[in-house]
Nanobody
């Protein structure tokens, strides 16, 4: 079973950087869209960024120009480089793998990694 595992969270000061990683065991005959979401205390989970199986990338407006999503060549891992972090970026960050195996769809979520931006 695909089980994403996030890492790389931590505490940084405003203006700092973090690089999140998410790795999952995937089936080579399936396609995966991979996304990052975040959830701050008392708020809904929100979309941050995604990269689909064709390499197309999207960002939430709030992170454009500051965050960069990338993947490894084997498309097993997905990364989120976060620069110029602000207090509003404080949240639990979750990775999602959307699996497409011959049109059979399944979503897999990681357990999350905490990002705290504070002076």
């Amino acid at each position: 079973q695909v089980q994403p595992v996030e890492s790389g969270g931590g505490s940084v000061q405003p203006g700092g950087s973090l690089n999140l990683s998410c790795v999952a065991s995937v089936y080579q005959y399936c396609n995966y869209d991979r996304s990052w979401y975040r959830q701050a205390p008392g708020k809904e989970r929100e979309f941050v960024s995604s990269i689909d199986s064709d390499g197309r990338i999207r960002y939430a407006d709030s992170v454009k120009g500051r965050f960069t999503i990338s993947q490894d060549n084997a498309k097993i891992a997905v990364y989120l480089q976060m620069n110029s972090l602000q207090s509003e970026d404080t949240a639990m960050y979750y990775c999602k793998f959307e699996e497409d195996c011959d049109a059979l769809l399944e979503n897999y979520w990681g357990q999350g990694t905490q990002v705290t931006v504070s002076s």
